[in-house]
């Protein structure tokens, strides 16, 4: 033990053991006491708050554009015929056969008055 403790004093005597004695005992408690994965994992949260806060910074300047946009009326007009079907009076319309869009039921007169030609209809 003698020889120990005198080995240990010889090596107190220089200062770079005495540093890496120090950064090895610091090191291997702050690897026991969990303190090294508590820095790690603080790291890894603050970084992915970081993307996230990016990420909804981004959300946010695209809704500050959709809500700019929404103020012009051009563009309300635009939304309410692309999305709505809504069309401006006075607006000629074509409805095709086959499309979804039912057609209401025509009247007697209505249908006769289209069954009939062009010269029928003059002579009457």
């Known amino acids: 033990m003698r020889i120990w403790i005198e080995n240990f004093r010889t090596a107190l005597q220089h200062p770079w053991r005495v540093a890496l004695l120090?950064?090895?005992?610091?090191?291997?408690?702050?690897?026991?006491?969990?303190?090294?994965?508590?820095?790690?994992?603080?790291?890894?949260?603050?970084?992915?708050?970081?993307?996230?806060?990016?990420?909804?910074?981004?959300?946010?300047?695209?809704?500050?554009?959709?809500?700019k946009a929404v103020q012009n009326p051009v563009y309300i007009e635009?939304?309410?015929?692309?999305?709505?079907?809504?069309?401006?009076?006075?607006?000629?319309i074509f409805i095709f056969s086959g499309s979804e869009v039912p057609i209401p039921a025509a009247t007697n007169a209505t249908s006769q008055s289209r069954s009939t030609s062009p010269s029928t209809r003059a002579s009457r």
């Open 78 to 92: 635009k939304m309410a015929r692309e999305r709505l079907d809504l069309v401006r009076e006075g607006d000629l």
């Open 22 to 67: 120090t950064l090895i005992v610091v090191g291997g408690l702050m690897l026991l006491d969990g303190t090294l994965y508590r820095i790690w994992a603080l790291n890894r949260d603050a970084q992915q708050l970081s993307e996230r806060i990016a990420q909804l910074q981004a959300r946010v300047a695209d809704h500050q554009r959709q809500l």
